[in-house]
C-alpha cells in the first residue's frame, strides 16, 4: 500500500510547476560563461517573443538540486546544462531527452564542434543528448616574465644544461618547478582538496605520465609506473615545491597563490587565463599565459578535458521552446559574440574566427590544448570515482597511504564500479 | 465524600487532558501533514534497494542496507569521528556560552551591545562563514598566520595537516554556533526567580556556592534541553565540512553526514542512505530519551 | 574583592568575547570595500579602496530579491511557529500530554539528516503546487523550528509558574486564561530567546531553500552560495552582501534593550 503510495507519487506527478509555455526556466551556475549568456537573451527573446529565466545556483550544490528534478516525470526547468562527469550517470537514467531528431530536423551542424568535446558532452553511445556550451580543458598556467628573465636562463643553463624555455615536455617542466623554488617563492601551486579538485589536477599528472585511466575494455590501468610516477611527483610538487597547506586548497586557494606572484606555474581549468589579467584579482596581469600540459614527448599532451553540455531533461515542461533556445545560443552568431565577451568556445569555426583571434592571440594554444587533451572515464559511475580518487589520492599525499596501495585501492572499487555499469565483463 | 472528591478530579484531569490535546493539535497537524510522508518513505525506502538511477521500490532487501551500512569501514569511521567532533563542540561551546551568560546576567550596561554583537554569527549562513574563513586561514595569504608571523610563530596548516583540520574546524563550529547557546542559556538565567539568592546572602553563601546550590539545580532542565538541541544540530553538521575541508584531508574531517549526504546525492543510493539515516536516528534517539529519563528523574 | 572589581570583571570577559566574535567580522568589512587582489595580499597593505561590492551586489546579483525572500520566510514562519510550539509546550509540561513518547516522536524527524526527508518533501510539494513558493519554504521551516522550539520551550515552563497558575484557577480563571495571563508572561525570556533562534533556523536553513525554491523565491544563503562558482570565490561582493546582511541586527538593538531589561523583570515576578 505504501509502496504503491510512494511510486504513484514519485511516477505520476501531472502538472508542471511555474514555468509557463513563453518561459524557457533553465538552471545555471553563476560562472563568467552564464553571465555572457544572459547579457545576450535579451535579443533572442526580441526574436522569439520567448522569455527566459537563468537561474543560478553554486556549482556544487546544483547536482543536488536537479537531481529531484529530474527523477519525476515533470519537473521545472525547461533546459538543464550538464557537466561532463555527471554525462554517464545522467543518460544511464534517462534523464536526458535524445536530439537527433531536432538536430536533423532543424540541419543543425554538429560537425562543427571540436570532436574530444561532442564525445565527452554530446554523444553517449550514438545518441546525441547535448549541444557542448564551454570547455573548460585543464591546461598549464606559467609565468613568461620569469622564463624571459636573463639570469633565470643563465643559472638554469648552468644547473642543468639545457635552455629555460616554454617546457616541451614534462620531464622539463618538472625541472623548471624545481628549479624556481627558492626564496619563499614556489615552483607550483596545486589544487589538493578532495574529491574533484585532486582528482582532476591529477589526472593531468597521469596523462603526462603516458598513463590512462582504462584500456579498450575498460580493465583499469592505474596501478602502473606512469600511475606510481603521477602520485610520486603529485606528493613532492605539493609537499616539496608547493606552498604549505596545498594539500587542501581548492581551486580558488590556489589560483590566488598564482595571482599574487608567489608561484612559477598552476595546472588548472582554462578560464582562469582571463582572471590573471583582470587587474582586481590578480597582481600578474600580461604575465600569464596558458599551453597544453607538457606530455612524455613533445607531440603528446597531457591535458585533462573538461566540458558543459546544454540538455533537455525528461522533465522539461516545454522542450520544444528549450530547443528553439538551444538552437540558437549555440549558433555559430550567438557562439561567436559569447566567445568575443570571453567564453571558452567548443566549436571550431569559432576557434579559427579571425574576429575572435585578434582579440585573443592564445585561442590557438587554447584549441591545441583541446584538440591533444584526454577524457576522464565518463561513465555511469563517473562521480563515485572522483570520490574515490579523491580520498585515496588525498590519503597519499598526506602519506598515510604508499602510492601503489591507493593506486590498488582505487583499481579495486573502480573495477566494482565498471562492473556493476556493464563496461567491464 | 471522597469518592465524590476523586470523581471531581477525575473530572478535572480529563478536562486538563483534554485541554493539552486541544493546545498541541495545531503543531501535530502541521508536522502530520508534511513531515510523516518523507518519514515513513525513509523508513521503507531503507529496507529497499533503491537508487535514483532507477527509481522503484522493486526488490524489498530486508536489513540488507543496514548490513552493507555497518559493514563499511569508511561510515565506521566517520561515525566515530562525528562522536568525538560532537562531544567536542557541544562541550566546549557549553562551557564557554554560559561563562558568558553568567557574564551578560550580571550586567545591565552594554547588555544590548554585547547580545547584538553576538547574534552577528549565528546569522551568517554555513556556507558564508566556511567560505569567509578559508579566507582567514589560508596558509599563505591569510590574515590568521600573517598575525602569527608578526609574533614569530610559523604559518600553521589549518586545513592541509591530518592532525590539526578537524580542531580548525572545531573553532571555526564554536565561533559561528557558541551564541547559540548563550540566548537559551542567558534567557533560563533571567527567568531565575531573585529570592532564593537574597535568602542565601542572608545565611553568608558566597558567589561559588550560590552557583553550585541555586543556579546550576534550577537551571537543570534549560541546560539539558540547550545540550540536547546543539547535540542534534551538531551531528548533522555539513554544510561547514562541506565547504572547509570536504571531509578532508585524507579522511580526517569526514562526519557521518556529509558521508550520507554523498551517499545519497553522489552515489544516488538513497537506500543505503536512508539505513544509514535510521541507524543514526536511533542512536541519537536512545540519548535523548536517556538524557529525557535522566531529566524527568531530577524533577 | 572590592564592589568595584565584582562590576568590572564581567566586562572585561564580555569585551574580550565581543573582540572574538568581532575581529573576524572587521576584516569581513575590510574585504567589502577593497578587491579580491588587495584582500589576499600579505603583508596587508590598505590598496584599493571603494564601494563597488555595495553596488554589484544590487545591480549584478539580485541581492534585494534574496534578502526579501529570506526575510519574509524566516519571519512568517516563526510567526505561526512561535504560538503553535508555545501552546504544544505547554501541553507537554503541564499536562504531559502525549507522555514522553510523543515528546520524542516530535523531535524525531528532526534527527534525521535533512537530505534523506527532502527528496518525499519534493514529491508532496511539487504534487501541492507547493514547489518553488514562498510559501512552500514557509512550511518546510515550520517543520523544523516546531519541534525544536517546543523542546527549548517546555523547559521554559516546567518552573515553578504552576503554582501560580493555581492560585489563578482558585480565582476563578480558566485554564486558557492561566495559560495566557500567567504561565505565558512568565515564560516571556523563553518564549522570545525562542522565537530569535527560530528565526536564525529558517535564515540559514540551506538545503531545503536549495531544493524547494525558484528564481524567484531563491533565499539569502542560496544566493550568496553563488558567488562560489567553478571559476573561483567572488569573495569581495561575498563580503559586501554579508555585511549588508547583518546590519538589521543593530537596527533591532532598541527592541534588545527593551527586551533584555523587561525579560529581567519579568522573571523577578514570580
Given at each position: 500500500?505504501?509502496?504503491?503510495?510512494?511510486?504513484g507519487?514519485?511516477m505520476?506527478?501531472?502538472?508542471a510547476?511555474?514555468?509557463?509555455?513563453?518561459?524557457?526556466?533553465i538552471?545555471?551556475?553563476?560562472?563568467?560563461?552564464?553571465?555572457?549568456?544572459k547579457?545576450?537573451?535579451?535579443?533572442?527573446?526580441?526574436?522569439t517573443?520567448?522569455?527566459?529565466?537563468?537561474?543560478?545556483?553554486?556549482y556544487a550544490?546544483?547536482?543536488?538540486?536537479?537531481?529531484?528534478?529530474?527523477?519525476?516525470?515533470?519537473?521545472?526547468?525547461?533546459?538543464?546544462?550538464v557537466?561532463f562527469y555527471?554525462v554517464?550517470e545522467?543518460?544511464?537514467?534517462?534523464?536526458m531527452?535524445?536530439?537527433d531528431d531536432?538536430?536533423?530536423?532543424?540541419n543543425?551542424?554538429?560537425?562543427a564542434y571540436?570532436?574530444a568535446l561532442?564525445?565527452?558532452?554530446?554523444?553517449?553511445?550514438?545518441?546525441?543528448?547535448?549541444?557542448?556550451?564551454?570547455?573548460?580543458?585543464?591546461g598549464?598556467?606559467?609565468?613568461?616574465?620569469?622564463?624571459?628573465d636573463?639570469?633565470?636562463?643563465a643559472?638554469?643553463?648552468?644547473?642543468?644544461?639545457?635552455d629555460?624555455?616554454?617546457?616541451?615536455?614534462?620531464?622539463?617542466?618538472?625541472?623548471?618547478?624545481?628549479?624556481f623554488?627558492k626564496?619563499?617563492?614556489?615552483?607550483?601551486v596545486?589544487?589538493?582538496?578532495r574529491?574533484?579538485?585532486?582528482?582532476?589536477?591529477?589526472?593531468?599528472?597521469?596523462?603526462?605520465?603516458?598513463g590512462?585511466?582504462?584500456?579498450?575494455n575498460w580493465?583499469p590501468t592505474?596501478?602502473?609506473?606512469?600511475?606510481?610516477?603521477?602520485?610520486?611527483?603529485?606528493?613532492?610538487?605539493?609537499n616539496?615545491?608547493?606552498?604549505?597547506?596545498?594539500?587542501?586548497?581548492?581551486?580558488?586557494?590556489?589560483?590566488?597563490?598564482?595571482?599574487?606572484?608567489?608561484?612559477?606555474s598552476?595546472?588548472?581549468?582554462?578560464?582562469?587565463?582571463?582572471?590573471y589579467?583582470?587587474?582586481?584579482?590578480?597582481?600578474?596581469?600580461?604575465?600569464?599565459e596558458?599551453?597544453p600540459?607538457?606530455?612524455a614527448?613533445?607531440?603528446k599532451?597531457?591535458?585533462?578535458?573538461?566540458?558543459?553540455?546544454w540538455a533537455?531533461?525528461k522533465?522539461?515542461?516545454?522542450?520544444?521552446?528549450a530547443?528553439?533556445?538551444?538552437?540558437?545560443?549555440?549558433?555559430?552568431e550567438?557562439?561567436?559574440k559569447?566567445a568575443l565577451?570571453?567564453?571558452?568556445?567548443?566549436?571550431?569555426?569559432?576557434?579559427?574566427?579571425?574576429?575572435?583571434?585578434?582579440?585573443?592571440?592564445?585561442y590557438?594554444?587554447?584549441?591545441?590544448l583541446?584538440?591533444?587533451?584526454?577524457?576522464?572515464a565518463?561513465?555511469?559511475?563517473?562521480?563515485?570515482?572522483?570520490?574515490?580518487?579523491g580520498?585515496?589520492?588525498?590519503?597519499?599525499?598526506?602519506?598515510?597511504?604508499?602510492?601503489?596501495?591507493?593506486?590498488?585501492?582505487?583499481?579495486?572499487?573502480?573495477?566494482?564500479?565498471?562492473?556493476?555499469?556493464?563496461?567491464?565483463? | 465524600?471522597?469518592?465524590?472528591?476523586?470523581?471531581?478530579?477525575?473530572a478535572?484531569?480529563?478536562?486538563?487532558?483534554?485541554?493539552?490535546?486541544?493546545?498541541?493539535?495545531?503543531?501535530?497537524?502541521?508536522?502530520?501533514?508534511?513531515?510523516?510522508f518523507?518519514?515513513l518513505?525513509?523508513?521503507?525506502?531503507s529496507?529497499h534497494?533503491?537508487?535514483?538511477i532507477?527509481?522503484?521500490?522493486?526488490?524489498?532487501?530486508?536489513?540488507?542496507n543496514?548490513?552493507?551500512a555497518?559493514?563499511?569501514?569508511e561510515?565506521?569511521?566517520?561515525?566515530?569521528?562525528t562522536?568525538?567532533?560532537?562531544i567536542?563542540?557541544?562541550?566546549?561551546?557549553?562551557?564557554?556560552?554560559?561563562?558568558?551568560?553568567?557574564?551578560l546576567n550580571?550586567?545591565?550596561?552594554?547588555?544590548?551591545?554585547?547580545?547584538?554583537?553576538?547574534?552577528?554569527?549565528?546569522?551568517m549562513?554555513?556556507?558564508?562563514?566556511?567560505?569567509?574563513?578559508?579566507?582567514?586561514?589560508?596558509?599563505?595569504?591569510g590574515?590568521?598566520?600573517?598575525?602569527?608571523?608578526?609574533i614569530?610563530?610559523?604559518?600553521?596548516?589549518w586545513?592541509?595537516d591530518?592532525?590539526?583540520?578537524?580542531?580548525?574546524?572545531?573553532?571555526?563550529d564554536?565561533?559561528?554556533?557558541?551564541?547559540?547557546?548563550?540566548?537559551l542559556?542567558?534567557?533560563?538565567?533571567?527567568s531565575?526567580?531573585?529570592?532564593?539568592?537574597?535568602a542565601?546572602r542572608?545565611?553568608g553563601?558566597?558567589?561559588?556556592?550560590c552557583?553550585v546550590?541555586?543556579?546550576?539545580?534550577?537551571m537543570r532542565t534549560?541546560?539539558?534541553?540547550?545540550?540536547?538541541i546543539?547535540?542534534?544540530f551538531?551531528?548533522?553538521?555539513?554544510?561547514?565540512?562541506y565547504?572547509m575541508?570536504r571531509?578532508?584531508?585524507?579522511v580526517?574531517?569526514?562526519?557521518?553526514?556529509?558521508?550520507i549526504?554523498?551517499?545519497?546525492?553522489?552515489s544516488?543510493?538513497?537506500?543505503?542512505?536512508?539505513?544509514?539515516?535510521?541507524?543514526?536516528?536511533?542512536?541519537?534517539?536512545?540519548?535523548?530519551?536517556?538524557?529525557?529519563r535522566?531529566?524527568?528523574s531530577?524533577? | 574583592?572590592?564592589?568595584g572589581?565584582?562590576?568590572?570583571?564581567?566586562h572585561?570577559?564580555?569585551s574580550?568575547?565581543?573582540?572574538?566574535?568581532?575581529?573576524?567580522?572587521?576584516?569581513v568589512?575590510?574585504?567589502?570595500?577593497?578587491?579580491?587582489?588587495?584582500?589576499?595580499?600579505?603583508?596587508?597593505e590598505?590598496?584599493?579602496?571603494?564601494i563597488?561590492?555595495y553596488?554589484e551586489?544590487?545591480s549584478?546579483?539580485?541581492?534585494?530579491?534574496?534578502?526579501?525572500?529570506?526575510?519574509?520566510?524566516a519571519?512568517?514562519?516563526?510567526?505561526?511557529?512561535?504560538?503553535?510550539?508555545t501552546?504544544?509546550?505547554?501541553a507537554?509540561?503541564?499536562?504531559n500530554?502525549?507522555g514522553?513518547?510523543?515528546?520524542?516522536?516530535v523531535?524525531?524527524?528532526?534527527?534525521?539528516?535533512?537530505i534523506?526527508?527532502?527528496?518525499?518533501?519534493?514529491?508532496?510539494?511539487?504534487s501541492?503546487?507547493?514547489?518553488?513558493?514562498?510559501?512552500?519554504?514557509?512550511?518546510?521551516?515550520?517543520?523544523?523550528s516546531?519541534?525544536?522550539?517546543?523542546?527549548?520551550?517546555?523547559?521554559?515552563?516546567?518552573?515553578?509558574?504552576?503554582?501560580?497558575?493555581?492560585?489563578?484557577?482558585?480565582?476563578?480563571?480558566?485554564?486558557?486564561q492561566?495559560?495566557i495571563?500567567?504561565?505565558?508572561?512568565?515564560?516571556?525570556?523563553g518564549?522570545?530567546?525562542?522565537?530569535?533562534?527560530?528565526?536564525i533556523?529558517?535564515?540559514?536553513e540551506?538545503?531545503?531553500?536549495?531544493v524547494?525554491?525558484?528564481?524567484?523565491?531563491?533565499t539569502?544563503?542560496?544566493?550568496?552560495a553563488?558567488?562560489e562558482?567553478?571559476?573561483?570565490?567572488?569573495?569581495?561582493?561575498?563580503?559586501?552582501?554579508?555585511v549588508?546582511?547583518?546590519?538589521?541586527?543593530f537596527?533591532?538593538?532598541?527592541?534588545l534593550?527593551k527586551?533584555?531589561?523587561?525579560?529581567?523583570?519579568?522573571?523577578?515576578l514570580k
Amino acid at each position: 500500500m505504501l509502496k504503491k503510495l510512494l511510486l504513484g507519487s514519485v511516477m505520476a506527478l501531472g502538472f508542471a510547476g511555474s514555468a509557463s509555455a513563453e518561459t524557457v526556466s533553465i538552471l545555471m551556475e553563476g560562472v563568467p560563461d552564464t553571465e555572457y549568456v544572459k547579457a545576450l537573451v535579451p535579443e533572442f527573446t526580441k526574436e522569439t517573443g520567448i522569455e527566459v529565466n537563468l537561474e543560478v545556483v553554486n556549482y556544487a550544490e546544483m547536482h543536488t538540486k536537479l537531481v529531484p528534478q529530474l527523477v519525476a516525470p515533470k519537473g521545472s526547468y525547461s533546459a538543464i546544462v550538464v557537466d561532463f562527469y555527471w554525462v554517464g550517470e545522467f543518460a544511464k537514467a534517462g534523464w536526458m531527452q535524445p536530439l537527433d531528431d531536432r538536430i536533423k530536423a532543424d540541419n543543425f551542424d554538429t560537425s562543427a564542434y571540436i570532436p574530444a568535446l561532442m564525445d565527452l558532452v554530446g554523444k553517449v553511445d550514438g545518441t546525441t543528448y547535448m549541444l557542448p556550451f564551454y570547455n573548460y580543458a585543464m591546461g598549464l598556467t606559467y609565468r613568461t616574465d620569469l622564463l624571459a628573465d636573463a639570469k633565470n636562463q643563465a643559472d638554469f643553463k648552468a644547473k642543468y644544461n639545457m635552455d629555460l624555455r616554454v617546457p616541451q615536455t614534462w620531464d622539463e617542466y618538472l625541472k623548471q618547478v624545481e628549479f624556481f623554488t627558492k626564496d619563499g617563492f614556489y615552483g607550483v601551486v596545486n589544487q589538493g582538496l578532495r574529491p574533484d579538485p585532486i582528482a582532476m589536477e591529477w589526472s593531468n599528472y597521469l596523462f603526462a605520465n603516458g598513463g590512462e585511466y582504462h584500456d579498450a575494455n575498460w580493465k583499469p590501468t592505474l596501478n602502473t609506473e606512469a600511475g606510481v610516477k603521477a602520485i610520486e611527483q603529485y606528493t613532492t610538487n605539493i609537499n616539496k615545491y608547493g606552498p604549505v597547506g596545498s594539500a587542501s586548497f581548492g581551486f580558488d586557494e590556489a589560483f590566488n597563490v598564482m595571482a599574487q606572484g608567489k608561484a612559477y606555474s598552476y595546472i588548472t581549468y582554462n578560464f582562469f587565463r582571463t582572471s590573471y589579467d583582470d587587474p582586481s584579482k590578480s597582481a600578474v596581469v600580461g604575465k600569464v599565459e596558458i599551453m597544453p600540459v607538457p606530455g612524455a614527448t613533445p607531440d603528446k599532451g597531457g591535458s585533462l578535458n573538461g566540458a558543459w553540455g546544454w540538455a533537455i531533461p525528461k522533465s522539461s515542461p516545454n522542450p520544444d521552446a528549450a530547443w528553439t533556445f538551444l538552437k540558437w545560443v549555440e549558433s555559430k552568431e550567438i557562439a561567436k559574440k559569447r566567445a568575443l565577451a570571453g567564453g571558452s568556445p567548443t566549436r571550431t569555426d569559432v576557434f579559427d574566427d579571425p574576429d575572435v583571434l585578434a582579440k585573443y592571440p592564445y585561442y590557438p594554444a587554447l584549441k591545441k590544448l583541446l584538440l591533444t587533451s584526454h577524457n576522464f572515464a565518463v561513465f555511469t559511475y563517473t562521480p563515485q570515482l572522483v570520490e574515490v580518487l579523491g580520498r585515496e589520492l588525498s590519503l597519499a599525499v598526506a602519506g598515510e597511504k604508499s602510492p601503489q596501495d591507493a593506486l590498488a585501492a582505487i583499481e579495486v572499487e573502480f573495477t566494482e564500479l565498471a562492473k556493476k555499469d556493464g563496461k567491464l565483463q | 465524600m471522597m469518592v465524590r472528591m476523586g470523581q471531581a478530579s477525575n473530572a478535572a484531569d480529563r478536562r486538563d487532558r483534554r485541554f493539552g490535546y486541544a493546545l498541541a493539535a495545531p503543531s501535530l497537524t502541521v508536522l502530520f501533514l508534511i513531515i510523516l510522508f518523507p518519514v515513513l518513505s525513509a523508513l521503507f525506502t531503507s529496507l529497499h534497494e533503491y537508487t535514483l538511477i532507477a527509481p522503484n521500490f522493486d526488490t524489498f532487501t530486508g536489513l540488507a542496507n543496514f548490513k552493507a551500512a555497518l559493514g563499511d569501514a569508511e561510515f565506521r569511521h566517520s561515525a566515530w569521528l562525528t562522536l568525538r567532533f560532537v562531544i567536542g563542540v557541544v562541550l566546549l561551546e557549553f562551557v564557554i556560552g554560559f561563562g558568558v551568560a553568567l557574564m551578560l546576567n550580571k550586567v545591565e550596561r552594554f547588555k544590548p551591545v554585547y547580545y547584538a554583537i553576538l547574534l552577528c554569527p549565528l546569522l551568517m549562513n554555513p556556507v558564508i562563514v566556511g567560505l569567509i574563513w578559508r579566507m582567514f586561514l589560508h596558509p599563505n595569504l591569510g590574515i590568521v598566520n600573517y598575525l602569527l608571523g608578526t609574533i614569530g610563530i610559523s604559518p600553521v596548516n589549518w586545513l592541509g595537516d591530518t592532525k590539526i583540520a578537524i580542531w580548525t574546524v572545531i573553532l571555526v563550529d564554536i565561533w559561528h554556533q557558541v551564541s547559540f547557546m548563550i540566548v537559551l542559556l542567558l534567557a533560563g538565567l533571567s527567568s531565575l526567580p531573585k529570592e532564593p539568592y537574597e535568602a542565601a546572602r542572608v545565611d553568608g553563601a558566597n558567589a561559588f556556592q550560590c552557583f553550585v546550590h541555586i543556579t546550576l539545580p534550577m537551571m537543570r532542565t534549560v541546560i539539558i534541553v540547550t545540550l540536547l538541541i546543539r547535540f542534534i544540530f551538531a551531528v548533522k553538521t555539513y554544510d561547514l565540512i562541506y565547504i572547509m575541508t570536504r571531509g578532508g584531508p585524507g579522511v580526517a574531517t569526514d562526519l557521518v553526514s556529509y558521508f550520507i549526504y554523498r551517499t545519497a546525492f553522489v552515489s544516488l543510493n538513497i537506500g543505503e542512505a536512508s539505513a544509514m539515516s535510521i541507524l543514526l536516528l536511533t542512536a541519537i534517539l536512545a540519548l535523548t530519551a536517556y538524557l529525557y529519563r535522566y531529566m524527568r528523574s531530577l524533577n | 574583592m572590592r564592589p568595584g572589581w565584582r562590576n568590572i570583571i564581567p566586562h572585561i570577559v564580555l569585551s574580550v568575547f565581543s573582540l572574538a566574535i568581532l575581529l573576524p567580522l572587521i576584516w569581513v568589512v575590510r574585504v567589502s570595500l577593497t578587491d579580491k587582489l588587495t584582500a589576499y595580499k600579505i603583508p596587508p597593505e590598505i590598496g584599493h579602496v571603494g564601494i563597488e561590492n555595495y553596488i554589484e551586489i544590487f545591480s549584478t546579483y539580485p541581492f534585494e530579491r534574496w534578502f526579501f525572500n529570506s526575510l519574509i520566510v524566516a519571519l512568517v514562519s516563526t510567526a505561526i511557529a512561535l504560538p503553535l510550539a508555545t501552546a504544544m509546550a505547554y501541553a507537554f509540561a503541564r499536562f504531559n500530554t502525549g507522555g514522553a513518547f510523543l515528546r520524542l516522536g516530535v523531535l524525531a524527524s528532526q534527527m534525521l539528516p535533512p537530505i534523506i526527508l527532502v527528496l518525499p518533501l519534493f514529491t508532496l510539494f511539487f504534487s501541492t503546487g507547493l514547489m518553488q513558493t514562498r510559501m512552500g519554504l514557509i512550511l518546510a521551516h515550520l517543520t523544523i523550528s516546531l519541534p525544536f522550539l517546543a523542546w527549548m520551550l517546555v523547559s521554559f515552563f516546567e518552573g515553578d509558574s504552576a503554582s501560580l497558575e493555581e492560585a489563578a484557577r482558585i480565582d476563578g480563571a480558566t485554564r486558557w486564561q492561566a495559560f495566557i495571563k500567567i504561565a505565558v508572561p512568565v515564560a516571556a525570556p523563553g518564549i522570545l530567546a525562542a522565537g530569535l533562534l527560530g528565526f536564525i533556523l529558517s535564515w540559514n536553513e540551506f538545503l531545503f531553500a536549495l531544493v524547494l525554491s525558484g528564481a524567484d523565491s531563491q533565499t539569502l544563503p542560496i544566493g550568496l552560495a553563488s558567488m562560489e562558482t567553478h571559476a573561483g570565490v567572488e569573495i569581495a561582493p561575498l563580503a559586501a552582501a554579508t555585511v549588508v546582511s547583518l546590519l538589521p541586527v543593530f537596527a533591532l538593538l532598541p527592541f534588545l534593550r527593551k527586551y533584555l531589561i523587561k525579560g529581567l523583570s519579568l522573571g523577578a515576578l514570580k
